[in-house]
């Protein structure tokens, strides 16, 4: 599984060593001052993959473009635009010109609605039940326990 995220890196120039020449944890990376841009098609929904070639896009020299198939949770796209960074999303594809900096901002970290998922289920099958959970960040790409109770 480490490839979906190491084979994309590597053609940006990411230098990448693990256990065996498969890539396995723990990894080793390297960068290169010359990052290379990537036009890239996610194989599978991943967020996590998306992030870590978006940040590598921040540094790349020139235009990295991202496509997924599927939607995926859009906290990283939101969170490099409050810290300053430009990129465009249009439906499914995502553009970086790189290199930019980002410029530091003072965050507050909600909780997390797949966690309070449990204690949401938990309020709706005990009787009587009253339940307040504060601070939990929801956005228009994580409501799916929303919508199913």
Same mark, same amino acid.
Do not use: C
């Given at each position: 599984?480490?490839?979906?995220?190491?084979?994309?890196?590597?053609?940006?120039?990411?230098?990448?060593?693990? !256990?065996?020449?498969?890539?396995?944890?723990?990894?080793?990376?390297?960068?290169?001052?010359? =990052?290379?841009?990537?036009?890239?098609?996610?194989?599978?929904?991943?967020?996590?993959?998306?992030?870590?070639?978006?940040?590598?896009?921040?540094?790349?020299?020139?235009?990295?473009?991202?496509?997924? @198939?599927?939607?995926?949770?859009?906290?990283?796209?939101d969170m490099?635009? !409050?810290?300053?960074?430009?990129l465009?999303?249009?439906?499914? @594809?995502?553009?970086? !010109?790189?290199?930019?900096?980002?410029?530091?901002?003072?965050?507050?970290?909600?909780?997390?609605?797949?966690?309070?998922?449990?204690?949401?289920?938990?309020?709706?099958?005990?009787?009587?039940?009253? =339940?307040?959970? !504060?601070?939990?960040?929801?956005?228009?790409?994580?409501?799916?326990?929303?919508?199913?109770?």
């Amino acid at each position: 599984p480490m490839d979906r995220v190491t084979l994309p890196l590597k053609k940006m120039g990411v230098s990448i060593s693990g !256990q065996t020449e498969r890539d396995l944890p723990p990894l080793r990376l390297k960068g290169t001052k010359n =990052l290379r841009p990537i036009h890239y098609e996610l194989p599978i929904a991943s967020a996590q993959v998306k992030s870590a070639l978006m940040f590598a896009a921040l540094q790349a020299k020139g235009e990295s473009v991202i496509i997924e @198939k599927e939607y995926t949770r859009n906290h990283t796209e939101d969170m490099l635009q !409050q810290f300053g960074g430009h990129l465009s999303v249009d439906s499914k @594809k995502i553009t970086v !010109q790189g290199p930019q900096k980002l410029t530091g901002q003072k965050v507050v970290v909600p909780g997390d609605i797949s966690s309070a998922a449990f204690w949401l289920v938990a309020g709706l099958i005990v009787p009587n039940s009253r =339940l307040v959970l !504060q601070n939990v960040g929801i956005n228009e790409t994580r409501t799916g326990i929303i919508d199913v109770i």
